[in-house]
């Protein structure tokens, strides 16, 4: 590290102010506080200092992002050698996965960093890190049949209007990977749902190659419970027509957006959030808490269109993508409830609604997206609506 900070040292100079390379100025400093801890400090008052900072955070959500990336990758591998009826060691579905994600992970990169460079560039300011986690988390959410110029143009739409266009990084109002999620499920909805989009039954490079079985169906257990008829018996599969249970998707052994399956996953990356410090608790278990409690009022009166009776509350948490919106997608600290009481109250609305949406809405068959994205835009709100609740509660009692 000591060679490498030498020679950025060295051709510092050029990229500054005068210099033949002035003009990439942002682009440098990007990357030099991306390697190096940024030895810039204030000249006046009271400070404290710390070698964390923006870019450090996201890191560390990116690293807890790892276990779900690492889980999909090898689930992605799994659900193809199932439906094609091939056997395959855990190896080979996991390389499987890995050529299948790397060219969405690729695209998402590419394009929304793209756009913030060139954003920096034209208004010369510092290069913002924000897309470090929305660029990993968009691949972990979208299908993985989604074509990749599909995904280009949703992230280009949710840097765009979600975040430069409110003033880049720490000043969105809505989640930049939520809206592009959402942005693909209105612009395309046949590619975000029905039995293609989940499951790779292609293969990839000569590998994973064959045809796929005559029970093949790629329809998630939510799709399946959405599109049956609500008077009928219904037993939820995996793509060749198995049975699967709650401690299937508990593991995360069935078919779904690739980040999404794993509760186990999902649930490492929620210890490293909590025990790091960056994820509010509050938030989190609020989400949970929302979320188990409208299960148990839909357990108790199912929709006539939709077998809620089929799954237990807590199964209820474990499909879809609830476990993954309320670890990584309700806490983010931008578009979230900043007080605490209103953590609380954000969290658990945020749980409600998701299953209120999943259950009485034959549309669509999940809620976890449209429940954040909803609350996002009421978080502010419910902030003021608790700062002035204090406010007034502390004049009466200088009053008494």
């Not at 006539?304 to 948490?317: D, E, H, N, R």
């Amino acid at each position: 590290m000591k060679a490498l900070r030498k020679y950025m040292d060295k051709i510092k100079p050029a990229f500054m102010p005068g210099g033949r390379l002035a003009k990439l100025q942002s682009v440098f400093d990007g990357m030099e506080t991306f390697l190096f801890t940024p030895n810039t400090t204030s000249h006046s008052g009271t400070h404290i200092h710390d070698g964390n900072d923006l870019k450090r955070t996201m890191i560390t959500v990116v690293v807890a992002l790892m276990p779900c990336l690492l889980f999909a990758m090898y689930n992605i591998g799994y659900q193809h050698y199932l439906a094609i009826g091939q056997q395959a060691s855990w190896l080979e579905m996991f390389w499987f996965g890995l050529i299948a994600m790397l060219p969405c992970i690729v695209v998402s990169y590419a394009v929304g960093l793209g756009i913030e460079f060139i954003g920096a560039q034209i208004h010369h300011k510092e290069i913002q890190e924000g897309f470090l986690v929305s660029g990993i988390l968009i691949p972990l959410i979208v299908p993985i049949g989604t074509p990749l110029w599909m995904v280009a143009v949703a992230t280009a739409f949710a840097v765009i209007f979600a975040k430069e266009v409110f003033g880049g990084t720490g000043m969105n109002i809505f989640n930049v990977a939520l809206i592009t999620r959402a942005f693909l499920f209105f612009a395309y909805p046949s590619h975000m749902s029905g039995d293609k989009p989940f499951v790779m039954t292609d293969g990839i490079l000569g590998i994973g190659e064959g045809t796929v079985v005559n029970s093949y169906t790629g329809a998630t257990p939510l799709g399946q419970i959405a599109t049956h008829a609500g008077g009928e018996t219904l037993a939820l599969t995996d793509v060749v027509g198995n049975p699967i249970t709650t401690y299937d998707a508990f593991m995360g052994w069935i078919a779904g957006s690739p980040g999404e399956t794993s509760m186990v996953a999902i649930l490492i990356g929620a210890v490293i959030l909590l025990g790091t410090g960056i994820a509010s608790w509050r938030i989190m278990c609020s989400v949970f808490a929302g979320g188990l409690a409208m299960a148990c009022l839909v357990h108790a009166f199912p929709s006539p269109t939709y077998a809620a009776s089929l799954l237990a509350p807590f199964a209820q948490l474990c499909y879809g993508g609830f476990a993954f919106a309320a670890v990584f997608m309700a806490t983010d600290p931008v578009t979230g409830a900043r007080t605490h009481i209103g953590q609380y109250i954000y969290g658990f609305l945020i749980g409600v609604i998701a299953i209120l949406i999943r259950v009485y809405n034959s549309g669509y068959p999940e809620g976890a997206m449209l429940a954040v994205l909803l609350m996002n835009a009421f978080a502010p709100l419910i902030d003021h609506c608790v700062v002035s609740f204090n406010i007034k509660r502390r004049l009466a009692r200088a009053k008494q």
